[in-house]
């Protein structure tokens, strides 16, 4: 039997080197994977090639160099990065050069990882949340959802994919708990008593697997997380999991956007968009589907049982 292809933006990344384990694990299934990067070379995509991954060059600025890596496949799986460059506009254009590659590539099912438009909530004249760069309250959402209708309107296959918090982010991204001058540690986020998804990040590529064995998802927007919880019960699991206590200091976003370090602004747009939309944002990312799409979904507990050791206790 001819396996079909997915090809994958962001393989040397967190969410796309998710999607690729999960196709590499399923050694007997129908799918197999090229793993789609800037530069073959590096440690990351030579790891993968060791794996037995096709790696294939290619740039998210460059719409013709996409078509030829998404060239024969069935499937794509569609990523940027906007921390790396900080801009919208550079984000939707690299959206849109993933819709016009998956259209002239052909490919019947293509998965894109986008985000709500939080304009619909808080448009730019509400003041209850500033507006950043003139256009966006949160960019990095806002971005991505502006390049949502080049996938429609090009009659791309697409199931829009919602994901969630990286718990990860407590490693590399600078939020776990920090050591105040009392010496005890405290982990803050600016949701009050509100829920926050929240999903290990290499869940977010194997969800995203199970999203392309099922192409009755193409058309739907399908959102993704391992848990739901409040900022008191993420410290409670921190607790538990490093052995000493760990409060919950729930800072207003306004004091979050204040703390200064690049995005700072929108995260903290973010996070307040997500407490004031708490019910919606947390509904259209149902945990008990997720499972179904994949059954090894991580709780926090679970993730934290396996990465404590790496949470930078500063
Ligand atoms: N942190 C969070 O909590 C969170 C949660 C949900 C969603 N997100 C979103 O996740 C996105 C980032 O995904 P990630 O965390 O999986 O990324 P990541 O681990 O930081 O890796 C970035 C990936 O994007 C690829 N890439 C970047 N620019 C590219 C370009 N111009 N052409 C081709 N490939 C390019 C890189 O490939 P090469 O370097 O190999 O070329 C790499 O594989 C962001 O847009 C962010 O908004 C983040």
Not at 128 to 155: N, S
Not at 170 to 176: A, Q, S
């Amino acid at each position: 039997m001819d396996k079909k292809l997915i090809a994958v933006t962001g393989a040397t990344g967190a969410q796309g080197g998710g999607l690729v384990q999960a196709i590499l694990a399923d050694k007997s299934g129908e799918f197999t994977v090229r793993g789609i990067t800037r530069n073959p070379g590096s440690d990351k995509a030579q790891a993968l090639a060791k794996l037995g991954v096709e790696i294939v060059s290619a740039d998210l600025d460059d719409t013709a160099s996409l078509t030829k890596a998404f060239a024969g496949a069935y499937g794509a799986y569609c990523l940027t990065n906007f921390w790396e460059h900080f801009s919208g506009e550079k984000e939707t254009k690299q959206g849109q050069s993933l819709a016009q590659a998956a259209k002239a590539a052909g490919v019947k099912h293509a998965v894109w990882s986008t985000f709500e438009d939080t304009r619909k909530a808080f448009p730019l004249a509400d003041r209850r949340m500033p507006t950043l760069k003139e256009k966006y309250k949160v960019p990095h959402f806002d971005a991505k959802a502006e390049a949502d209708h080049f996938f429609r309107e090009l009659g791309v296959p697409t199931t829009f994919l919602y994901t969630s918090f990286y718990w990860d982010n407590l490693i590399g991204f600078g939020m776990g708990p920090k050591k105040g001058p009392d010496g005890k540690l405290a982990f803050v986020l600016p949701m009050g008593d509100k829920k926050l998804p929240g999903i290990a990040a290499v869940d977010i590529g194997k969800c995203a697997f199970g999203i392309f064995k099922r192409p009755e998802l193409i058309g739907k927007t399908v959102g993704v997380a391992g848990e739901h919880l409040t900022g008191a019960e993420m410290a409670k699991g921190l607790s538990q999991a490093l052995e000493q206590p760990v409060s919950y200091n729930a800072v207003p976003s306004d004091v979050y956007r204040g703390f200064g370090f690049p995005g700072a602004d929108d995260l903290g747009n973010m996070f307040q968009f997500k407490a004031e939309t708490e019910s919606a944002y947390c509904g259209v990312r149902d945990v008990a589907f997720c499972r179904t799409l994949n059954p090894d979904l991580q709780t926090f507990a679970k993730w934290l049982s396996q990465n404590k050791s790496r949470i930078p206790l500063g």
